[in-house]
């Protein structure tokens, strides 16, 4: 973890610093290919924060709201989607 923080704050040493949002709605919809057919798939969620590092944009989530019952084994793609116990896993 100290390694992510150390690289972190070396990229924004000297960058302005400019945060643009905080605790974001976004959604979006994304066409992918299953079993060669296009599938349109839309996903949504909040960003706990959007900055802007010099050029940069970024997107930032954080996770330090794991439960013990959280479920991060994959099972199938239906539970994933359908039992909220999965909602860490698809972040």
């Known amino acids: ?13 000297g960058t302005d610093l400019t945060i643009v949002a905080l ?15 296009p599938t349109t798939v839309f996903i949504k969620g909040t960003a706990d924060r959007i ?13 330090n709201s794991i ?4 479920k991060f084994d994959f099972i199938s793609f239906d539970e994933l989607f359908s039992d909220k116990k999965y909602n860490k896993m698809l972040q």
Do not use: V
Not at 5 to 12: A, G, P, S, T
Not at 51 to 63: E, F, M
């Open 23 to 37: 605790e974001k709605e976004l959604e979006t919809s994304l066409t992918i290919s299953i079993n060669n057919k």
């Open 67 to 70: 439960q013990q019952d959280d």
């Open 1 to 13: 973890m100290n390694k992510l923080l150390d690289q972190n704050i070396n990229e924004l040493k």
């Open 51 to 63: 900055d802007r590092a010099g050029k940069t944009l970024r997107i930032i989530d954080y996770k």
